[in-house]
């Protein structure tokens, strides 16, 4: 879980791979047609392409002579339940403060 | 937007980073009670909060000698609401394929 997370955060770290993230959300795509809107070389784009697949994001499947990429979104969902665990760990101390202020507020119009 | 995605997600691909975030999230500690849980020498740890700074996760307060580090959870948010926004692209489309899989079900079935 822990390097799932690494590789999954590591992969979101980038512009171009949440483009591509972003792209695959709507449906499946060429390497080429991925890779087209990306002023860069190929060489370069598939390097973020493979930081994808590590993170678990992209696969891809051989069509003839084109490999067309999927969207994996388990990695979103693990990503996400960590974030909103954070969120309510985080909320509950808030919420622990304000009920603190509440109380000491209470306790000093009751000392007036 | 993207800069601060960037240094964010950035910041949640390393395990110690994280781990300074989840404590963080039960309340505000100095630097020494941050670093002591882990095994590294204290300038690599500093540079771990520097990241953690950087994505406007971590802010600092000097009270007297010790540093204080708070969690800013504003960007958890940001980083939140992408991942919902992906999400919910994604889970319309898996929609769209079954409303799709549905009427070609009816169809065969009305053919028949």
Redesign the interface.
């Known amino acids: 879980m822990?390097l799932h997370?690494?590789?999954?955060?590591?992969a979101?770290?980038?512009?171009t791979r949440?483009a591509v993230?972003?792209r695959l959300?709507?449906?499946p795509a060429s390497v080429s047609d991925l890779a087209a809107p990306h002023p860069m070389a190929l060489p370069t784009f598939m390097k973020h392409l493979a930081a994808l697949q590590r993170a678990g994001l992209v696969h891809t499947v051989k069509k003839g002579r084109v490999r067309m990429c999927h969207?994996d979104?388990t990695p979103?969902?693990a990503?996400?339940g960590?974030?909103?665990w954070?969120?309510r760990?985080?909320e509950t101390?808030l919420d622990q403060i304000d009920q603190l202020a509440l109380a000491l507020e209470r306790e000093t119009l009751h000392d007036q």
Chains 1, 2 share one sequence.
Do not use: K, V, Y
């Open positions: 822990t997370l690494n590789h999954f955060f590591s979101l770290s980038d512009p949440r993230i972003e959300s709507f449906g969207l979104a979103l969902l990503a996400q960590w974030l909103a954070q969120r760990i985080w101390r």
